[in-house]
């Protein structure tokens, strides 16, 4: 059960705190934010502004900054935490040349869930600039943009639940796709998908 509190109005803070402004805003103006409009107006700060293009990058662009953590869905979870990630990778850092920082693996169950198609694409480009920076990014996906753009699949079938479990397929996108027979259903699609988009 939520209740408004009567003294702030549910902004969380008191009135002299609330008294206090950057660039006529408050704290509690902030927070009410979305991310896009947070972008722009802490444009001058650099490091803030890195975090915020981040999550604009992973599609998050319309979660407010007060945002409570358990109002967010799994997906959304999941890609904050890429984010956390992200922003601790320098530009051309990758940890297997260093030698001092290991790469780590990630493991991502369905994290375009209730995402936009433009968001999927910028998903896919901060998957890849994980990749890029010597991590491993495991996926758990059905969404065909995001399997076309795997490096390896394993398609595991042939059915769900008891009926699988199988690894029935597996290679590039490229090569699942041209597997022949029934038992991958991920090759037909991904098959119908490739063709569709080459041309």
């Known amino acids: 059960v939520k209740v408004l509190c009567d003294s702030c109005g549910g902004r969380r803070f008191n009135a002299e705190t609330l008294a206090v402004q950057h660039r006529g805003r408050n704290i509690g103006d902030v927070l009410a934010m979305s991310v896009d409009e947070a972008v722009e107006f802490f444009a001058a700060h650099p490091r803030i502004h890195h975090a915020l293009r981040l999550l604009q990058d992973v599609g998050l662009g319309y979660l407010t900054l007060g945002q409570q953590s358990p109002t967010l869905s799994g997906g959304e979870a999941q890609r904050i935490k890429l984010v956390t990630e992200l922003a601790r990778?320098?530009?051309?850092?990758?940890?297997?040349?260093?030698?001092?920082v290991p790469g780590t693996v990630y493991v991502l169950d369905e994290p375009t869930v209730g995402l936009h198609m433009a968001d999927v694409e910028k998903l896919i480009r901060v998957l890849h600039r994980l990749v890029d920076a010597g991590h491993t990014v495991v996926v758990i996906e059905h969404n065909l943009d995001v399997i076309a753009e795997a490096d390896w699949l394993l398609d595991l079938g042939p059915e769900g639940g008891s009926g699988g479990g199988r690894i029935v397929a597996q290679g590039s996108p490229e090569t699942v796709a041209a597997a022949k027979g029934k038992s991958s259903h991920t090759a037909r699609v991904l098959r119908k998908f490739l063709e569709e988009r080459a041309s």
């Open 89 to 100: 990778i320098r530009p051309g850092q990758d940890p297997r040349r260093t030698g001092k």
